[in-house]
């Protein structure tokens, strides 16, 4: 998976959660999470849809990590290797 | 021969609007399976029908708006059905039996039967031709009068307006979800070239979605938009209802208010612990944690779980956890999550995030809002401390937990940083008094320290 293959994958996991999100107002480095008004519930469909369409597997402790659509990225693409 | 009438789907609403029927005369219906949509002030819910048997006859058109308890269709029962369709064709001028009011509903069943009951139905001006067959008449262009009776004593059965019609009035209706609809006219997929996965091969959202060329869509507002509500109808009319039910809530409701802190290191221990060993789609959220607490501490402390009903207490017929769920562009429902006590956790989580989904998607159905018998707000993840709540008539209490943070704590006499969150009462002061909120409170500080057991 290259880092531009991450990306798609991390806002397409954040479209499925949250129909309808202004992506491009989003930017790289903002938390994503925030800006959306995403709650634990959502929080964790993210994660789910995340996981299952990159089928990296994401650990618990992992999940406090990826709040920005720059770093979920980066982390992709070092896990699946 | 059983009415299926308009449901009350909530303490707040008098009246709903038909907006589609799911089912067709003749057809077999069972206990539970949605059979309409309808609109309330607050939501666009799936209904359910609580008996088993054939649709005889539907007697109100889509886009009416009627009262609670008014009957919306005949259903028959499997004995007389057969017998029934062993005669000719429906006619208009049979007049159906006075529809029995709803406490024919199974009382053991988790669909509205709990809901107050309704009014008996209002005499209906059916008797003379039924509103659906002069409605596919209107449709069709024809004019009834002239229209040529073919049943006993010359009345006009649906064979004759449909042969009338150039034997086309009405297509076959195709079986379908109101969501698969909404996604077909979108993704512009033909319904009826498609096999239907879904109860009886109807046809689901799904199905859709995998037919629709370039694939799967999520809805998306444009889905809202291209109702015949607009979005801001939608917000203005919930509002209106909050404001309702609120108002009414304060006014007729003397509350009283309580609060206490609760350590959460062992439950949060465990919940990190569980994670940490299950893969993705079976972790917890700490929410799973407070609400089952919440749900058996009100099965220890039942004079707060039921209704206020005519100046007296009403226990509930299980522990109906009401799920405050706020909604993307604003407003709440407060659907519930049906005999949360006797859930694992495992469960508890699938039915929360079912049901949020389902409220943020506009897809609950009408058992899911009926007459929750105790309801939880949890504002933790906007992240207050606090939250006293105001409680949703008839219930008789509201719990609230605020966000799970780390607090300076004595612990064992010494001073320590332990997770704590803050749970309140709202009860209502008619049906109970402070010490029987204390030991509910007492009870749910218990039960969180012992999340292995919950």
């Given at each position: 998976?290259?880092?531009?293959?991450?990306?798609?994958?991390?806002?397409?996991?954040?479209?499925?959660?949250?129909?309808?999100?202004?992506?491009?107002?989003?930017?790289?480095?903002?938390?994503?999470?925030?800006?959306?008004?995403?709650?634990?519930?959502?929080?964790?469909?993210?994660?789910?849809?995340?996981?299952?369409?990159?089928?990296?597997?994401?650990?618990?402790?992992?999940?406090?990590?990826?709040?920005?659509?720059?770093?979920?990225?980066?982390?992709?693409?070092?896990?699946?290797? | 021969?059983?009415?299926?009438?308009?449901?009350?789907?909530?303490?707040?609403?008098?009246?709903?609007?038909?907006?589609e029927w799911l089912v067709r005369p003749g057809e077999q219906v069972r206990k539970?399976?949605?059979?309409?949509?309808?609109?309330?002030?607050?939501?666009?819910?799936?209904?359910?029908?609580?008996?088993?048997?054939?649709?005889?006859?539907?007697?109100?058109?889509?886009?009416?708006?009627?009262?609670?308890?008014?009957?919306?269709?005949?259903?028959?029962?499997?004995?007389?059905?057969?017998?029934?369709?062993?005669?000719?064709?429906?006619?208009?001028?049979?007049?159906?039996?006075?529809?029995?009011?709803?406490?024919?509903?199974?009382?053991?069943?988790?669909?509205?039967?709990?809901?107050?009951?309704?009014?008996?139905?209002?005499?209906?001006?059916?008797?003379?031709?039924?509103?659906?067959?002069?409605?596919?008449?209107?449709?069709?262009?024809?004019?009834?009068?002239?229209?040529?009776?073919?049943?006993?004593?010359?009345?006009?059965?649906?064979?004759?307006?449909?042969?009338?019609?150039?034997?086309?009035?009405?297509?076959?209706?195709?079986?379908?979800?109101?969501?698969?609809?909404?996604?077909?006219?979108?993704?512009?997929?033909?319904?009826?070239?498609?096999?239907?996965?879904?109860?009886?091969?109807?046809?689901?959202?799904?199905?859709?979605?995998?037919?629709?060329?370039?694939?799967?869509?999520?809805?998306?507002?444009?889905?809202?938009?291209?109702?015949?509500?607009?979005?801001?109808?939608?917000?203005?009319?919930?509002?209106?209802?909050?404001?309702?039910?609120?108002?009414?809530?304060?006014?007729?409701?003397?509350?009283?208010?309580?609060?206490?802190?609760?350590?959460?290191?062992?439950?949060?221990?465990?919940?990190?612990?569980?994670?940490?060993?299950?893969?993705?789609?079976?972790?917890?959220?700490?929410?799973?944690?407070?609400?089952?607490?919440?749900?058996?501490?009100?099965?220890?402390?039942?004079?707060?779980?039921?209704?206020?009903?005519?100046?007296?207490?009403?226990?509930?017929?299980?522990?109906?956890?009401?799920?405050?769920?706020?909604?993307?562009?604003?407003?709440?429902?407060?659907?519930?999550?049906?005999?949360?006590?006797?859930?694992?956790?495992?469960?508890?989580?699938?039915?929360?995030?079912?049901?949020?989904?389902?409220?943020?998607?506009?897809?609950?159905?009408?058992?899911?809002?009926?007459?929750p018998t105790i309801t939880v707000t949890n504002l933790g993840d906007q992240g207050?401390?606090?939250?006293?709540?105001?409680?949703?008539?008839?219930?008789?209490?509201?719990?609230?937990?605020?966000?799970?943070?780390?607090?300076?704590?004595?612990?064992?006499?010494?001073?320590?940083?332990?997770?704590?969150?803050?749970?309140?009462?709202?009860?209502?002061?008619?049906?109970?008094?402070?010490?029987?909120?204390?030991?509910?409170?007492?009870?749910?500080?218990?039960?969180?320290?012992?999340?292995?057991?919950?």
């Amino acid at each position: 998976m290259n880092r531009t293959e991450a990306l798609e994958l991390v806002k397409d996991s954040i479209s499925r959660v949250v129909p309808g999100a202004d992506l491009d107002a989003l930017g790289p480095d903002d938390s994503f999470r925030d800006a959306l008004e995403m709650d634990s519930l959502d929080f964790l469909g993210f994660i789910e849809a995340l996981s299952d369409r990159s089928g990296v597997r994401i650990e618990d402790e992992d999940t406090q990590r990826l709040t920005t659509l720059s770093g979920t990225a980066d982390f992709l693409v070092a896990r699946a290797g | 021969m059983g009415a299926f009438t308009m449901p009350s789907l909530g303490a707040d609403m008098d009246e709903g609007t038909l907006q589609e029927w799911l089912v067709r005369p003749g057809e077999q219906v069972r206990k539970g399976e949605a059979v309409a949509v309808v609109e309330t002030a607050k939501s666009t819910l799936e209904v359910e029908c609580f008996e088993t048997g054939t649709v005889e006859e539907l007697l109100v058109e889509p886009g009416t708006t009627v009262p609670v308890g008014t009957a919306l269709a005949l259903i028959a029962p499997f004995a007389r059905a057969r017998e029934a369709r062993g005669e000719p064709d429906e006619t208009v001028e049979k007049t159906p039996p006075r529809p029995k009011p709803r406490r024919t509903a199974p009382s053991s069943g988790t669909e509205a039967a709990r809901a107050p009951t309704p009014t008996p139905a209002r005499a209906h001006g059916h008797s003379e031709a039924g509103p659906l067959l002069r409605h596919l008449a209107e449709r069709s262009g024809l004019d009834w009068a002239a229209l040529h009776g073919s049943g006993p004593g010359g009345r006009v059965t649906r064979g004759d307006v449909e042969r009338a019609a150039g034997g086309a009035a009405r297509p076959p209706r195709i079986r379908a979800t109101p969501l698969a609809r909404r996604l077909a006219a979108e993704l512009h997929v033909d319904l009826g070239s498609l096999t239907g996965t879904g109860t009886d091969g109807a046809v689901r959202a799904a199905d859709v979605r995998s037919a629709a060329p370039g694939g799967a869509t999520t809805p998306t507002p444009a889905h809202r938009a291209a109702r015949p509500r607009t979005a801001e109808d939608r917000a203005f009319a919930m509002r209106q209802a909050i404001a309702a039910l609120m108002t009414r809530a304060n006014r007729d409701i003397p509350h009283y208010y309580l609060s206490t802190n609760v350590d959460m290191a062992a439950a949060m221990d465990w919940l990190h612990e569980h994670n940490r060993r299950s893969p993705v789609g079976e972790r917890l959220l700490p929410a799973a944690l407070l609400l089952k607490a919440a749900a058996c501490a009100a099965r220890e402390v039942p004079e707060l779980n039921g209704f206020w009903v005519d100046g007296g207490f009403v226990p509930g017929d299980g522990v109906h956890l009401g799920v405050a769920v706020s909604l993307r562009g604003g407003g709440l429902v407060a659907p519930a999550l049906h005999d949360a006590d006797t859930l694992d956790l495992r469960q508890l989580m699938a039915g929360l995030k079912d049901l949020v989904v389902r409220a943020r998607t506009g897809r609950l159905r009408g058992s899911d809002v009926s007459a929750p018998t105790i309801t939880v707000t949890n504002l933790g993840d906007q992240g207050v401390e606090t939250v006293y709540g105001v409680i949703y008539p008839p219930q008789v209490a509201l719990v609230g937990f605020g966000r799970i943070v780390d607090r300076p704590s004595a612990v064992d006499g010494l001073l320590g940083v332990r997770p704590v969150v803050t749970a309140t009462l709202s009860a209502d002061h008619r049906a109970t008094d402070g010490a029987v909120g204390a030991r509910y409170l007492t009870a749910v500080d218990r039960l969180l320290q012992n999340p292995e057991q919950l």
